[in-house]
């Protein structure tokens, strides 16, 4: 009897999706990549190690804010070097504050091809839990709140209770949707340059989000790095109640563009309502607003959100679906420049080279003279090496990434 061999499948990862094959990229060997769990005040230890063949890559805290420790916000080329293929990165930083956040990669479309994975913050005291169902947003608690279903878009993170209180042999099912939802600058024309806002120390700025003119379509989820907003209002278009479409724009905002509405890039947008200039918006939540590091701009509408600039640091904001971010969607938020803390020592710098003739090799341990890097390590299997260890307080970590194959097709 003919039998066939067993394919090896040892660098095959098992996912939800399409049957066909992809390439993924992945931390430790899982997709989604090995949860963190740690407490409040913990300070995080995490080593990773850029085992990719020829990608450069970098992790992002999505959510911590990173007070005193901007450089290891994870954004390549505005916090840190890339860390190319063969380096290792040490991330070092304070756990707060507490809630349900993720890791991800903050370079390309990494995120997408399986980059990312679940970093939890506990408390170290156990609060009992109401009997309710939306209980906190973006690592910051909310007035308790019953609901059907909960819309989540990419970035954002909601805490929620359930209460199973039918028999023993009852199955209870939670079912997940997904929804689909250059310098040359000037009203009418898209800016092809990086934009960056200068935020003095301790003051308080209200921003306004707008999602009109050529821009609607999208819903986008706007993620600040370093903060979390505090929401005072959200301005929505006109939606069709049985298929979701807008059917009108917001008209709280004028473009004042010069042009009819609908072909307005908006990009000189102000009140229409010359009253609410100068900060003055009516029915804004100022008792008790919500706080979220990404907040939904809705498509033909606006958020308008205040934060206040008392963490010194270049920080990143831009819409979180990947595609939006690739093609631009983004601006730097320079706080408090002349409070930056120091970069770590011997924090790597990224720069031109310019050829000034040959020098001396470098000298490797154990190995002579190299012309290039020492102990560089590309390619191979991945082994699972992560572990945890608590000392003094300490949490450490070891992550490698690596490219494998796998049957999930990502959109």
């Not at 909960?150 to 954002?156: A, R, Y």
């Not at 309502?273 to 701009?297: F, Q």
């Amino acid at each position: 009897m003919k039998t066939n061999p067993i394919p090896d499948t040892s660098d095959i990862i098992t996912a939800d999706g399409w049957v066909d094959s992809k390439l993924v990229i992945v931390a430790n060997g899982t997709l989604p990549g090995p949860s963190i769990e740690v407490y409040e005040g913990q300070t995080v230890i995490v080593h990773v190690k850029n085992n990719l063949p020829s990608e450069a890559t970098s992790i992002h805290w999505h959510g911590l804010h990173q007070r005193d420790t901007p450089w290891m916000d994870g954004v390549a080329f505005v916090t840190q070097c890339p860390i190319e293929p063969g380096q290792s990165f040490t991330y070092q930083f304070t756990a707060a504050p507490k809630g349900t956040f993720l890791y991800h990669s903050h370079i390309g479309v990494q995120r997408t091809m399986g980059l990312y994975g679940p970093f939890i913050i506990r408390e170290r005291t156990t609060e009992p839990m109401p009997d309710l169902t939306v209980i906190a947003a973006d690592g910051y608690y909310l007035k308790p709140a019953t609901a059907d279903s909960v819309i989540i878009n990419p970035g954002e993170r909601f805490d929620c209770t359930i209460v199973a209180n039918k028999q023993m042999n009852q199955s209870y099912w939670i079912r997940a949707q997904t929804y689909k939802c250059g310098d040359d600058c000037g009203e009418q024309k898209i800016c092809n340059c990086m934009y960056s806002l200068d935020l003095e120390h301790d003051k308080v700025y209200q921003l306004v989000f707008i999602n009109m003119g050529q821009g609607k379509g999208w819903s986008h989820p706007v993620h600040m790095h370093g903060h979390a907003f505090y929401v005072l209002k959200m301005g929505y278009g006109s939606y069709n109640n049985i298929t979701g479409l807008m059917t009108g724009e917001n008209m709280d905002v004028d473009c004042e563009d010069g042009v009819p509405r609908d072909v307005s890039f908006c990009n000189n947008a102000t009140w229409a309502n010359a009253s609410w200039l100068g900060g003055n918006v009516p029915g804004l939540e100022l008792k008790s607003p919500p706080r979220k590091d990404t907040i939904i701009v809705p498509t033909g509408g606006y958020v308008v959100v205040r934060i206040k600039a008392d963490n010194p640091g270049v920080w990143f904001m831009h819409c979180h679906i990947e595609l939006h971010n690739m093609n631009g969607m983004a601006v730097m938020i320079n706080e408090s420049f002349p409070k930056h803390p120091d970069p770590p020592k011997g924090f790597p710098r990224c720069g031109n080279f310019d050829y000034q003739g040959k020098g001396p090799g470098r000298y490797c341990p154990g190995e002579g003279f190299v012309a290039f890097i020492c102990n560089m390590v590309v390619g191979g299997v991945v082994i699972l090496v992560m572990h945890l260890v608590e000392k003094n307080g300490m949490i450490i970590f070891k992550v490698l990434i690596s490219s494998k194959a796998s049957s999930e097709d990502f959109l």
